[in-house]
């Protein structure tokens, strides 16, 4: 089976090991969407974190909750 293009995150609190799977999004070069390309930014992925999976990101530093943010 193919799977579209993915990138585990990891929480950076020492201590939890939670993760995501955050899915890239596919982005055309041209109007005849005839080549693209996987937006793998940090800064794409860092807003699907926040928006989609409700991570805190701080400092550079990715939270799985507010909570995690707090006491790291």
Request: with cysteine.
């Amino acid at each position: 089976m193919l799977h579209d293009a993915v990138i585990e995150v990891t929480c950076d609190r020492e201590g939890c090991h939670e993760s995501v799977f955050v899915p890239m999004e596919w982005v055309y070069r041209n109007y005849s969407e005839s080549s693209g390309y996987y937006d793998h930014r940090d800064a794409k992925i860092e807003e699907k974190l926040v928006d989609e999976f409700a991570w805190v990101v701080q400092d550079g530093k990715h939270f799985c909750s507010s909570f995690c943010a707090e006491t790291s």
